[in-house]
Nanobody, 127 residues
Framework: QVQLVESGGGLVQAGGSLRLSCAGY????????MGWFRQAPGKAREFVAT????????SYADSVKGRFTISRNNTKNTGYLQMNSLKPEDTADYYC????????????????????WGQGTQVTVSS
């Protein structure tokens, strides 16, 4: 069973940037799509971005398209979410997750498709 550990969250002013990391421990994640989701206080968890196992396909929520970039380094067993031009509405707990199915070659945007989740990292954007 792989363990996912997110890092890189924090407090940033609107317009600023953060880079989240998601490191996998205990098993390789290179065969699996990785995704980022977020949950704001009082709201449901929502999809942010996903990347296929080989990085060939990425997909983003409309709310972050053009501002966020998802990437991965399979040799480091780590995924990343670069967040630029942050807005107060981006404030949330951010979670990374790994697809429950290996070598999927389509975008994995639904939370039920993910089998393993990290503990989350908090992102706060002040206005």
């Amino acid at each position: 069973q792989v363990q996912l550990v997110e890092s890189g969250g924090g407090l940033v002013q609107a317009g600023g940037s953060l880079r989240l990391s998601c490191a996998g421990y205990g098993r390789t994640v290179s065969r699996y799509a990785m995704g980022w989701f977020r949950q704001a206080p009082g709201k449901a968890r929502e999809f942010v971005a996903t990347i296929t196992w080989n990085g060939g396909i990425t997909s983003y929520a409309d709310s972050v398209k053009g501002r966020f970039t998802i990437s991965r380094n399979n040799t480091k067993n780590t995924g990343y979410l670069q967040m630029n031009s942050l807005k107060p509405e981006d404030t949330a707990d951010y979670y990374c997750a790994v697809d429950g199915k290996s070598f999927r070659n389509t975008a994995t945007t639904h939370s039920y498709e993910y089998g393993t989740w990290g503990q989350g990292t908090q992102v706060t954007v002040s206005s």
